[in-house]
C-alpha cells in the first residue's frame, strides 16, 4: 500500500465489492477506497474527497459505465433520503454482497473460515416495514411541519411523502398528521435549541391485522391538550389507527423512545399472528421490524433444534416478547426467558397466554443478573438463544451463558462485527460455530441478522 492520495484527486476506478456501512470499495495499487453510491463493477470517475494514509472517501463525478448490477432506484426519493442506501444494486446481487460482508467480517476477526450459507431473502422487498420512526421539524417563514428521514450523513431532515418501504396507508396517516399538527399549531423540534412540541411519530404495524398504533413523543412531561386533540382526529379519520399515545422525552440527546409512553386513546399495542402464534406488542417493546424475515429467522433456529436435539430446555436470553421462547415452546420441554424491558416482558406474559403455552416461563431482569441466579441455582439448558442489541453481549453474559449451555448457544444479531467478536470468546471458552445463517431483514441497506449455530466441543 505505497500509493497515497490528497483531497480533489480525480482519478478512474472499478470498484470490486460493497462492505457494511454502505460504500463500495475500489483499491488502486492496494490502496482502499470508500466510494458512496458506487457498485461493484461500474467504471467510475471519482474526486477523493478525504485521505489518509490507510484509506480514503471519494464521491463519484461521472458513471463512465454502469455495472451489470446496477439497476434504477425505484424509490424518486432514493438520492436524498438517507433510510435505505442499495436501491441502485440489483437486490440478488446485495444478499451476495451481504453474504460476503457477514464471512469477511467473521473471518477477519475470528481468524477462522466459517461456513456462511447463502441469504435468506426477504419474502417481500416492499412494504415490508411495520416499525417506522419519523424525526419531526418545522420550517422557519412557513411553519409547515416536515416528517421523515435525515439526509445520509446529515441532520437535514427530508420530507417523506412517500416510503415504498413501509404500508401504504402510513403515507396517509403522516400527511394527516402533518397539516392537523399545523391546524392546531403544535410545533415542530428543533434540535438546535431543544424548542418545539413534536420530536418524532413512531407507528407500530401489524402485518396480520392491517392496523397500527401512533405514538407522539413529544418535548413535554404533560399531555398537551392538542394532542388530545391530534388523536381523536387521527383515530377518527383512520380505521386502521386502534390507538394513540403519547412518550415524553425532554432528553438533549438522539434517543427516540423513552421508557416514559402513556396511552391517550384506544388501544396501547397491536396483535400480530404468524404461522398460528399470536403476539402482543406494545410501543417500547423490541419486535423484528420486517415480519417475513422475523418468520424466516424463527424457523431458522427452530430448524436447527428440531434437527439436532430432542424436547431441550431452552433459554431465551435478551427475549423482548418472548417471541423466540413462543416460536420453539411446542419443541421444547420448557422455556426461561429473560427480558430486562418491563413493558417487553409484560407483553410476554400476556403472549404466552394468547398462545395457551404451559411450559414457557419470563423473567424481568437484566441478562447478566438474571444469568447469575439461574447458575447459583445449579440450572441448566441444553440449548441458550442469544438475541442481544446491536452492541452484542457482555464478557459476563457470554461467561454465564458458557456455563449454562449444555449442549449448544443459538446467536442472533444484527450486527456481524459484534458477532464477530462474541463468537471469537465463545470459540475461546468450548464453543464451535458449526455454521451461519444469515437473513436480509433491512432490504436495499447494508443491514443483515444472522443466525450462527455453536456446539459445545
Not at 239 to 247: D, E, F, I, M, T
Amino acid at each position: 500500500m505505497t500509493k497515497l492520495f490528497k483531497g480533489n484527486d480525480v482519478l478512474e476506478v472499478i470498484p470490486e465489492k460493497l462492505v457494511y456501512e454502505g460504500s463500495a470499495l475500489a483499491k488502486v495499487d492496494g490502496f482502499p477506497i470508500f466510494i458512496d453510491g458506487g457498485c461493484p463493477g461500474d467504471k467510475l470517475k471519482i474526486r477523493i474527497k478525504k485521505a489518509n494514509k490507510s484509506f480514503a472517501n471519494a464521491e463519484i463525478l461521472e458513471i463512465l459505465e454502469p455495472s451489470a448490477y446496477r439497476v434504477k432506484p425505484f424509490c424518486p426519493i432514493h438520492n436524498v433520503c438517507g433510510g435505505c442506501g442499495w436501491q441502485y444494486v440489483d437486490y440478488d446481487f446485495q444478499l451476495e454482497q451481504k453474504r460476503n460482508i457477514v464471512f469477511e467480517t467473521i473471518k477477519k476477526i475470528t481468524g477462522r473460515e466459517i461456513e456462511v450459507k447463502p441469504v435468506l431473502s426477504s419474502p417481500k422487498i416492499r412494504e415490508f416495514r411495520s416499525k417506522i420512526q419519523y424525526p419531526v421539524s418545522q420550517t422557519k417563514v412557513s411553519k409547515r411541519l416536515l416528517a421523515g428521514y435525515y439526509k445520509k450523513g446529515s441532520h437535514e431532515l427530508v420530507n417523506v411523502k412517500f416510503c415504498p418501504i413501509q404500508p401504504k396507508i402510513i403515507d396517509k396517516i403522516t400527511e394527516f398528521i402533518r397539516q392537523t399538527a399545523k391546524e392546531l399549531e403544535i410545533s415542530g423540534y428543533n434540535e438546535k435549541t431543544h424548542k418545539g412540541e413534536l420530536r418524532h411519530i413512531v407507528y407500530r404495524y401489524s402485518v396480520s391485522e392491517n392496523e397500527c398504533i401512533v405514538i407522539f413523543v413529544v418535548n413535554n412531561t404533560k399531555l398537551n391538550e392538542k394532542f388530545k386533540n391530534l388523536s381523536k382526529k387521527v383515530m377518527n379519520e383512520f380505521a386502521h389507527v386502534k390507538g394513540c399515545l403519547v412518550n415524553y422525552n425532554t432528553e438533549k440527546n438522539n434517543l427516540i423512545l423513552t421508557g416514559d409512553t402513556r396511552k391517550i386513546q384506544g388501544e396501547n399495542h397491536i396483535i400480530e399472528k404468524i404461522d398460528g402464534k399470536t403476539f402482543k406488542i406494545s410501543a417500547n417493546s423490541f419486535f423484528q421490524v420486517n415480519i417475513g424475515s422475523a418468520e424466516n429467522i424463527f424457523n431458522t433456529v427452530k430448524n436447527i433444534i428440531v434437527e439436532n436435539y430432542e424436547k431441550p430446555r431452552l433459554l431465551d436470553a435478551y427475549s423482548g416478547v418472548s417471541s423466540f421462547g413462543i416460536w420453539l415452546a411446542d419443541i421444547a420441554d420448557e422455556v426461561v426467558s429473560v427480558e430486562e424491558a418491563p413493558s417487553a416482558t409484560k407483553d410476554a406474559q400476556e403472549n404466552v397466554k394468547l398462545n395457551n403455552i404451559n411450559n414457557l416461563k419470563a423473567i424481568n431482569k437484566d441478562a447478566k443478573i438474571a444469568f447469575e441466579e439461574l447458575i447459583e441455582a445449579n440450572e441448566k439448558f441444553d440449548v441458550t438463544v442469544l438475541d442481544p442489541p446491536r452492541k452484542g453481549c457482555s464478557k459476563e453474559s457470554l461467561d454465564f451463558a458458557v456455563k449454562l449451555s449444555k449442549k449448544a448457544i443459538i446467536y442472533v444479531s444484527c450486527n456481524p462485527s459484534t458477532l464477530a467478536r462474541d463468537l471469537k470468546y465463545l470459540h475461546e471458552n468450548g464453543f464451535k460455530t458449526k455454521y451461519i445463517q444469515p437473513v436480509d431483514m433491512f432490504c436495499h441497506s447494508y443491514h443483515i441478522e444472522s443466525v450462527a449455530w455453536l456446539e459445545k466441543e
